[in-house]
């Protein structure tokens, strides 16, 4: 068996810049949602203390929300060459470490005792309704078959644990609802959740392509 590297154009160092980029985009995205919902107060040297007051002191919005609204204008908008050589085999591989690191610090914290029913029903039964909904929705939009009608109905469905997470995480350090336990709760609620989403989406993926014209169990 031969290995071959992946196909992916442009140079290594434009790769480097198309990365680097993203990133700082996406970063000046985030800080400024953080300092529009928290303020800033910081001291560098002989520079400061700096402090700004949040802007919005009632609602707390996350700074993901930042990242993605500069993303978007970044990628429509501002897009040069770096986006034509972005090396997206390399950041979906990025993405993927990142996930496991914040599902890792998730899992870090999860207690179960006592737990086990409760991070059943959630995991499951809202996802199964809202998976349920988007699969009727889709075959009554677009006509498409129920197998890939719940595929898309599960990947609407599954719990973005970027932004869960650390949401919860951040509640659990700050001893909200810490003798309860509703942050930790809803953290494996999440993890699971995730996971059987991403079983169910394989399975009817699996079964559309399948029996879609030219797969292995199409009809005549």
Known sequence: MTLTAPNIAGTPLQHAIGLIVTYLVGSAGGV????????????????????????????????????????????????????????????????SICLSIILMRGGMTIDFTGK?????????????????????????????PWSLSFASGFTIAGVSNSVVVPGCMALHNSNYGAKSGV???????????????????????TIGFNEAPGGKNAGP
């Open 32 to 95: 400024l949602f953080a300092i529009l919902s928290g303020g800033i107060d910081f001291k560098i040297g002989k520079i400061g203390p700096v402090q700004i007051k949040p802007l919005l002191s009632k609602i707390v919005i996350p700074p993901l929300v930042g990242m993605i609204i500069f993303g978007c204008l970044a990628r429509n908008f501002l897009c040069g060459w770096y986006m034509d050589v972005y090396p997206d085999k390399y950041a979906g591989e990025i993405r």
């Open 116 to 144: 086990g029913l409760k991070v059943v029903i959630l995991c499951i039964f809202p996802q199964l309704v809202e998976a349920a909904a988007i699969a009727c929705s889709t075959r009554w939009l677009f006509d498409v």
């Open 183 to 205: 942050s930790v709760t809803l953290v494996a609620g999440a993890c699971f959740d995730n996971i059987i989403a991403i079983t169910l989406f394989s399975i009817f993926f």
